[in-house]
Structure formats: structure tokens, C-alpha cells
């Protein structure tokens, strides 16, 4: 296998150095203002398997799923909230939802006895869409450290 190859605790390999190109570019036109896929899938431009939606969020299954489940749940208005780290106190009412509906999509996908949420914030962290999102991640054991 090729050293820019990795083999992660699933035992899916990645390619830890697109990745990473792949977040820096991210970053790069993270506060231009366009649209993201998730606002295309908010607009239902793009189909998604939707798992829970209300007026203030969307939870959907990730097309790249990195556990039996993963579904992100995202704010369906961006306001100016494209990473965690620019949270303002404006915010805090809809980060609170949003912890509280990745509680209520893992009641719905029978994995409340053991799942994880994971906020990826930067480059960094290997952020790649710039609309703050929430992995909900379960269905296996977890492991730890995570990263």
C-alpha cells in the first residue's frame, strides 16, 4: 500500500493527503458567501436521505459514510455560522437545537445507547464544506483517542 494511503480503524483506506488538500482548499472560499452542497441539498437540488427535518434543521445520511451510521445534521440557515469556531451568542439557540435533533436522529436510528458527534472546525481539523454540520456517528464500538 502506498505510504499517502492509510488504513483507518474500520479498516476503510484513505487518502489522508487529498483529504487534507481537499480541506485546505475548503477553507480557502469558506467565507465567500456562495453556496454550499448543503445548501443545494437544503433547496432539495440535490437528493438526500433525510432522516429528520423542522423548520430550523436538515439530518440526512452521509454519501460517504464513515460508520453503519452517519448522518449529518445541519442548520438549514447559515448565518454566517460556516465553522464552529465563529459562533457568536446569536447562536447559541440553534446550537442547542442542533445538539438536541443529533439526539433525537440517533433514537431514530437505534443507536442512543452508544454514538458519537463529531464537529470538524477548520482546515485543521479537515473541514471540507464550510456550513457547520454534525457528524452523528454509531452502529459500531467506538474507539479512543478518535484522531
Given at each position: ?59 440526512f445520511h452521509?454519501?460517504?459514510?464513515q460508520a ?74 467506538m474507539k479512543?483517542?478518535?484522531?
Open positions: 500500500m502506498p505510504p499517502e494511503l492509510a488504513v483507518d480503524h474500520t479498516g476503510f483506506a484513505a487518502n489522508a493527503q487529498n483529504e487534507e488538500a481537499s480541506a485546505k482548499a475548503a477553507a480557502a472560499t469558506a467565507d465567500s458567501g456562495g453556496p454550499t452542497i448543503f445548501d443545494k441539498i437544503i433547496s432539495k437540488e440535490i437528493p438526500s436521505n433525510i432522516v429528520y427535518e423542522d423548520e430550523k434543521v436538515l439530518a452521509d454519501v460517504n459514510p453503519p451510521v452517519h448522518v449529518l445534521v445541519i442548520p438549514k440557515l447559515r448565518d454566517g455560522l460556516t465553522q464552529l469556531g465563529k459562533a457568536e451568542p446569536r447562536h447559541a439557540e440553534i446550537l442547542g437545537h442542533l445538539l438536541y435533533v443529533a439526539r433525537l436522529v440517533a433514537e431514530k436510528e437505534g443507536i442512543l445507547d452508544g454514538f458519537r458527534l463529531v464537529i470538524n472546525n477548520g482546515p485543521g481539523a479537515c473541514q471540507s464544506v464550510y456550513h457547520l454540520h454534525l457528524h452523528v456517528l454509531g452502529g459500531r464500538q479512543w483517542p478518535p484522531g
